[in-house]
């Protein structure tokens, strides 16, 4: 069947087909095992069934002699007559369907002992050897040819067939089949004759068979192809010989049973590498019902270890299954092979164990082949052995390969294990048989007089080329004393004395010695080294002394300068305000990742940046369905607490020069616009919208933040006087210069001519004492970094609203400062839910993301234009201190009070730039905190929820509690008795406390970094609440309401105009709602703990739009648990003029863009950003073995993994989800190529 002859000369030039041949075999596997089966099931069937396919076998060897001349073999005084057939030169085949189904018949008449029982009903006798080993011998010959590269020009079919051969689909009864069929005709004939045949079908007689030929071949013959293929040739038929002797574990063949040989396939796959059950299920052969059988056996033999965060849960081999590795185990392929060697002698070496990997111990043969054994002990099988060792001791006359010499150290070893059982089972009358020591110990015949393979392994043990091999042969010397006292014990036979022990004690010591004397001159030569080494050292330092000098002197400054905060704990820190702590300003020095220069950060120096990344987000969102209905008209200054949609900034912490990253970029849009001429493939990043990546870290980045020094430091160089206002007069001073600077605003906008009559306006204008509102401040910054300033703001703003760049735009300012709440109140949401410290170690690119953003947006008012920034600061502060000009401002209950407070704090600078009556920056800072700290108070006050938690403190209630309860009934009363009635003062206590918190930690974090104060130690460490260190961090009182009894007039005032509010009013009569404090922190929707119930729920969707339809592709979205139906032209929509698909359009709705998806038909997390980004993340359900099932193949029960679960969350907490896209989308360019917006 598909007959296959070696081309020579030229390349084959139509590939013949092969594979239905192969189809046909694989789907016929299963039911040729079954019949076999079947036929063991009764005796007589299997009789019967035997003799007919011994028949027909006969019919098809029929011409079995025609054409071909008899020839006569014979080595070593034994001859064998055969045919003259080469597999180089004639017709040969791989598919033998008869030859092999005898083969298992054949087993199973030992297998059921009927060949025992009935020996007079079964032909055994009739049974010709040599023409049962014939065609499989021919077959595995083939396969040995074609590694040695003899049948390269026969092209890919024949590969392929060879590879299937040996596949674990097919081997069952294909190769198996052959090596069965093998040992069968070994077993019942002479195995001198088998071995005969065997060196003439490899075409190896000749080596064999004529002395000195091997010496003739080498120097005739220099063309290195030939001699290369007879070493791959010897070493194929060693390898065979390995076989027959050592496969026994199949029931039948060896005295095991089917398990055994089931754990034998896992404890060699296994030994190559720890494995997952996936892995392993696939190199095991499956029955006829797709099971392997390996759940039964493999506790037996592996330890299962549990995967972490990522991986997979892995099968590690227990180390006591080690010693039954055998390197040439026959279902290993070339690869694993070395692998597994490879493995094996690094876990030897790692317990301090000689290398050798010695044959395992086997299990005897079934009787009928008993005989097998017999052929390690035959005189062509020694001199075989002999010959290759005589090769290897005159290594230079002869072409031989050391995994020739492997192969036969392997079967000398097996030998002797085979010897030393026979010893140990032996019984009285019994004669041992199976003397192969004996023969070992021999020299050759008279002529030659070659020595014993004893006295060659005793030589080669100390051969200097043969270092990795040293172990093994010592391994044999020392079976071979131990075989030998056990043969002197036993009274049955007598042996021959050898001087092997002698010599081998001797070499033993001669070993030491050396390896002695090789480690003495290592640790002398390295001695040396180091000597050398140090005296460079101190050399280099002589010469370089004023250098080192000054390192030593620097490394004391900076370590003074770390060194302050332990020793400032026991002065209070204090982050702003007129006490603020004095830091003294440390130098910062930087590296640019692309020109590796070094430069220091300055004002006036070149500018430095950041790569970031800013994106719109809507991870703290209280309220997903607000959406911007035209950007372009949208007033961003107040930002709602619900914070439905925030702009969110990250960086990956690496810095260049700002021209350095100006070069980068161009070249990355020019490399761009050449890729679009060429193909029109999405990239990871989107240079259209600015996106590039970073140099260093390919992490995906739009814009760069410049770095600055802390900014309030060069602004505030004015004098400052000692007694500065306190909040009532400087909020008085403030109004008054607000309403200045209103009434100039007025006067610019209505043109007058008479310029008489304006001069008088100005005059009935009383300006405030030392307040200079034409005064226009010099920026310190240098070009490149007021450029990089803008560049920064820009982004941030056509980011975050979704429009065209304008750097005009006097929106710009404001997107800047929320860009820096936002990232500053997720931080905080992060390192609340994870119970970590407010200013523990954060990553230090957190960390300098945190410092550049906020001292970025401290410094942006210097790039903008004053009069826009002072109108800013005017509204902002008009919505706490209300004044005529300013109308439709939002109510108190809908202002973000930290967003308002950094708004506040970084647009005060342009207003007090003008004011020189010495009031200073940190006291405006101060009161603006006070103020604004006031009213989120009344903001927590005012929805808090009064039920009673029946935990009524009985003591007498503490100063906190009886204050906040006397500003409770202040509040009650201005609201018109709406309020709900007074709770205890304990519980109102304990939520304005629980309340304000996440407040106080956002305004920590943000004046520790605009101001540089070092955190107090005390702050750095987890577990309690630190309410009390970030009071007086923060300048503020332990007891908060002290804020309003200070400053009862005005404050009285003002809550009654917060109060006055229509919305204040139709919030407490129950018309509206308004969000509560703490807010919660978002998480993920809870995902059911067993996969099957959320298969359930996806099978009950219908597409939404095609009238009840099933879906194909639901897709859950974890963000919010809304079902899709993905991936189908039904619930396309049109978004920004383009057709997209539902989970796209769901991202931009829910997400802002980005969105976290379960596909829950494939069981696969799909992240996208943004129409062209996406990719699948693993799932967090991991069936019993710790594997995920993506595309559910496997079909194993699924749980849900909490702590991957968590990790997503992470992702998404952190707004990491586009990087990972970026990172995945690079690493596999396959994903750049889905079009994500159809999903």
């Known amino acids: 069947m598909d007959p296959i002859t070696r081309q020579v000369g030229q390349h084959i030039e139509m590939e013949p087909e092969w594979e239905a041949a192969f189809t046909l075999q694989m789907k016929l596997t299963h039911v040729i095992s079954m019949m076999q089966d079947w036929c063991a099931s009764d005796e007589k069937v299997l009789i019967e069934a035997y003799k007919k396919c011994l028949a027909v076998l006969m019919q098809c060897h029929g011409g079995y002699t025609d054409g071909e001349q008899p020839i006569t073999l014979s080595i070593c005084g034994h001859s064998v007559e055969t045919i ?295 005189d062509v099988m020694l001199c075989i052995m002999g010959t290759i060792l005589q090769w290897a001791v005159e290594h230079n006359g002869y072409a031989w390969s050391e995994s020739m010499l492997q192969r036969v150290l392997h079967l000398i070893g097996m030998a002797l294990q085979e010897e030393k059982q026979h010893l140990e089972n032996v019984t009285e009358e019994h004669v041992v048989t199976f003397t192969f020591t004996q023969k070992i110990s021999k020299p050759g015949e008279a002529p030659k007089n070659s020595p014993s393979i004893l006295a060659m392994l005793e030589t080669l043990q100390n051969a200097p080329y043969l270092e990795v091999h040293k172990d093994m042969i010592r391994w044999i010397l020392k079976t071979f004393n131990a075989v030998k006292k056990m043969r002197e014990s036993s009274p049955t036979s007598p042996v021959a004395e050898t001087e092997g022990t002698i010599m081998e004690e001797s070499s033993r010591d001669k070993d030491k010695a050396e390896r002695k004397r090789k480690a003495e001159i290592a640790r002398l030569r390295r001695e040396k080294i180091m000597a050398q080494m140090s005296e460079m050292q101190r050399h280099f330092i002589d010469e370089n002394k004023e250098l080192f000098q000054q390192t030593l002197e620097l490394d004391a400054s900076t370590s003074a300068v770390l060194d302050h905060s332990p020793v400032a704990s026991d002065m209070t820190l204090t982050a702003l305000g007129p006490a603020q702590t004095q830091v003294p300003e440390q130098r910062q020095f930087v590296t640019c990742i692309l020109c590796q220069e070094e430069q220091e950060v300055k004002v006036e120096s070149r500018a430095m940046v950041l790569a970031a990344f800013v994106q719109r987000s809507t991870v703290l969102s209280k309220n997903r369905s607000k959406f911007i209905q035209d950007p372009e008209k949208y007033d961003p200054l107040f930002m709602h607490p619900d914070l439905s949609c925030g702009t969110h900034t990250s960086s990956c912490g690496h810095i260049m020069h700002a021209h350095c990253w100006q070069r980068y970029f161009d070249s990355v849009q020019a490399k761009e616009q050449r890729r679009q001429q060429r193909l029109r493939l999405h990239t990871s990043y989107d240079v259209e919208n600015g996106e590039f990546l970073c140099p260093l870290c390919e992490c995906l980045s739009n814009t760069v933040i410049p770095l600055l020094l802390p900014p309030r430091n060069i602004f505030n160089n004015r004098l400052n006087f000692s007694d500065q206002p306190n909040l009532t007069q400087w909020i008085r001073t403030i109004s008054q ?96 839910d994870e119970d970590k410290p407010l200013f523990g170690p954060l990553p230090c690119r957190l960390d300098d993301c945190l410092r550049s953003l906020t001292r970025f947006a401290a410094a942006h008012w210097t790039v903008a234009s004053v009069s826009v920034v002072q109108g800013h600061f005017c509204k902002l502060f008009a919505s706490l201190v209300p004044n005529d000009s300013h109308e439709e401002l939002p109510c108190i209950l809908d202002i973000d009070m930290f967003h308002l407070l950094v708004g506040l704090v970084l647009a005060f600078p342009a207003l007090q730039c003008q004011d020189f009556s010495g009031i200073s920056l940190g006291t405006g800072d101060l009161h603006i905190f006070h103020l604004v700290t006031m009213a989120h108070i009344i903001q927590i006050l005012l929805t808090s929820c009064t039920e009673e938690n029946g935990m009524d403190q009985e003591n007498p209630p503490c100063e906190e509690e009886s204050a906040v309860l006397a500003l409770y009934k202040t509040l009650h009363q201005y609201t018109g008795s709406a309020l709900k009635e007074i709770p205890s003062g304990w519980h109102l206590w304990r939520s304005v406390r629980a309340g304000i918190m996440p407040f106080l930690k956002c305004s920590a974090l943000f004046f520790h970094y605009l101001n540089g104060v070092p955190s107090p130690p005390d702050i750095q460490v987890p577990g309690t609440s630190h309410f009390e260190h970030l009071c007086s961090y923060l300048s503020l009182p332990n007891n908060l309401i002290c804020l309003f009894q200070e400053n009862s007039e005005i404050m009285n005032s003002l809550i009654e105009s917060w109060c006055r509010n229509s919305e204040v009013k139709r919030y407490l009569e129950g018309e509206r709602d308004a969000i509560r404090y703490p807010r919660e922190s978002n998480k993920l929707i809870n995902l059911p ?151």
């Open 1089 to 1239: 703990e067993d996969y099957s119930s959320l298969i359930n729920q996806a099978s009950n969707f219908s597409c939404p739009k095609s009238g009840g339809d099933k879906s194909r592709a639901p897709t859950l979205c974890l963000v919010c648990g809304s079902l899709l139906c993905s991936q189908s032209y039904c619930c396309q929509t049109e978004l920004e003029g383009e057709d997209v698909g539902a989970c796209t359009a769901h991202t931009y709705s829910c997400g802002s863009g980005v969105g976290i998806f379960l596909r829950v038909r494939e069981c696969q997390v799909l992240f996208l950003a943004g129409k062209t980004k996406g990719c699948f993340y693993s799932p967090p359900y991991l069936d019993d073995y710790g594997e995920t099932d993506q595309g559910l193949r496997r079909g194993n029960p699924l749980h849900l993994c909490k702590e991957r679960f968590k990790k997503i969350q992470k992702l998404w907490h952190q707004h990491s989800v586009t990087e990972e896209i970026g990172h995945a989308q690079e690493a596999n360019q396959t994903l750049v190529g889905i079009d994500w917006q159809h999903l």
């Open 737 to 832: 210069q607000i309403k200045a600077l209103q009434f100039l605003r007025k006067e610019e906008s209505t043109p007058n001519n008479a310029s008489t009559k304006n001069s008088e306006n100005v005059d009935e204008l009383q300006l405030p004492e030392g307040f200079r509102p034409d005064f226009r401040p010099k920026i310190p910054y240098s070009e490149s970094i007021k450029e990089m300033l803008t560049t920064f703001g820009t982004a941030t703003y056509k980011v975050g609203l979704k429009v065209h760049p304008n750097e005009e735009d006097p929106r710009v300012p404001i997107m800047c400062w929320g860009s820096c709440a936002y990232t500053i109140q997720s931080i905080e949401r992060i390192l609340s």
């Open 84 to 378: 003259r057939y080469c597999v180089s030169q004639e017709k040969v085949s791989i598919h033998l369907p008869v030859s092999r189904l005898l083969a298992g018949l054949h087993v199973l008449l030992s297998k059921s002992e009927v060949a025992y029982k009935f020996p007079e009903l079964l032909p055994l006798s009739e049974l010709s050897p040599p023409m049962l080993i014939e065609h499989p011998l021919r077959c595995l010959v083939l396969c040995a040819q074609v590694h040695a590269g003899m049948w390269r020009r026969n092209g890919f079919s024949l590969v392929n067939q060879i590879y299937y051969y040996h596949n674990v689909k097919c081997r069952r009864e294909m190769f198996d089949k052959d090596v069965v069929m093998l040992q069968t005709g070994v077993s019942m004939m002479d195995p001198n004759h088998f071995l005969m045949i065997m060196l003439s079908r490899f075409e190896l007689y000749q080596i064999f068979s004529t002395p000195d030929y091997g010496k003739r071949f080498s120097s005739e013959i220099t063309h290195k192809d030939v001699v290369q293929q007879n070493n791959t040739l010897i070493e194929e038929m060693l390898y065979l010989i390995i076989m027959l002797v050592g496969e026994r574990f199949s029931p039948g063949v060896g005295q095991v049973n089917a398990t055994d040989e089931i754990k034998r396939e896992i404890i060699h796959q296994l030994s190559i590498k720890p494995m997952a059950h996936s892995e392993l299920v696939k190199s095991l052969p499956e029955d006829e019902n797709k099971e392997t059988g390996m759940e039964s056996v493999i506790e037996a033999v592996a330890h299962f270890k549990k995967p972490g965060l990522t991986g997979r849960g892995m099968y590690e081999l227990k180390p006591e299954c080690a010693k039954e590795f055998n390197l040439y185990f026959y279902h290993f392929s070339r690869a694993e092979q070395s692998k597994a060697e490879e493995a094996q002698r690094k876990l030897k070496r790692q317990n301090r164990e000689d290398t050798a990997l010695p044959p395992p111990v086997l299990p005897p043969f079934c009787p009928l082949f008993a005989s097998l054994v017999n052929i390690l002990q035959s």
